[in-house]
């Protein structure tokens, strides 16, 4: 399921509503993040730590509602590729073997 839907994005655009209600959730979360001192102090910490311009937290929602769907597919064909992930399961390897077998760059021992 999250094989194919990575598949998808890479090859098409999201639809602009299913993009919209993420550039909502994201941008609430960030300002309901920023409400409190503490979240405060992180994302300055974010800032420096990462070498970010002054701007950035001032723009950052004006930023996410400027990602447009096809962005979205270009980014996701260019680093959601198969070949650029990696995939690490912890458990049974005899109940989990058909289940990974999606993931498969090379078989499973």
């Known amino acids: ?3 194919a839907r990575i598949e998808t ?12 209600g993420q550039e909502e959730q994201i941008a609430g979360r960030f300002v309901t993040t ?16 990462n070498g970010l311009n002054d701007s950035w937290l001032n723009s950052y929602v004006q930023n996410v509602h400027a990602v447009k769907p096809a962005d ?4 996701s064909e260019m680093y959601l590729g198969p070949n650029k992930m990696t995939v ?16 498969q760059a090379k078989p499973i021992e």
């Open 34 to 49: 920023n409400s409190k001192p503490s979240g405060i102090i992180a994302q300055l910490s974010v800032v420096d730590l």
């Open 88 to 103: 690490v399961v912890v458990g049974d390897m005899n109940k989990l073997k058909d289940q990974l077998k999606p993931f």
């Open 9 to 20: 994005l890479r090859r098409e655009s999201p639809p602009a509503r299913e993009l919209k």
């Open 72 to 75: 979205v597919q270009r980014m």
């Open 1 to 3: 399921r999250d094989v």
